[in-house]
């Protein structure tokens, strides 16, 4: 699922991948993926 929508990724998801500047990084812990996005 890609989505800007925070809420409904914590309705369906459970972790996270962030692409920043053409790098991936996976969250397992769905919080903390949210808050780095919210970092960029």
Request: with cysteine; hydrophobic share 40%; charged share 30%.
């Amino acid at each position: 699922m890609v989505s800007h929508e925070l809420e409904e990724i914590r309705h369906f998801c459970d972790s996270a991948v962030v692409i920043d500047d053409g790098e991936l990084t996976f969250y397992s812990d769905l919080e903390e993926g949210i808050k780095a996005y919210e970092g960029l």
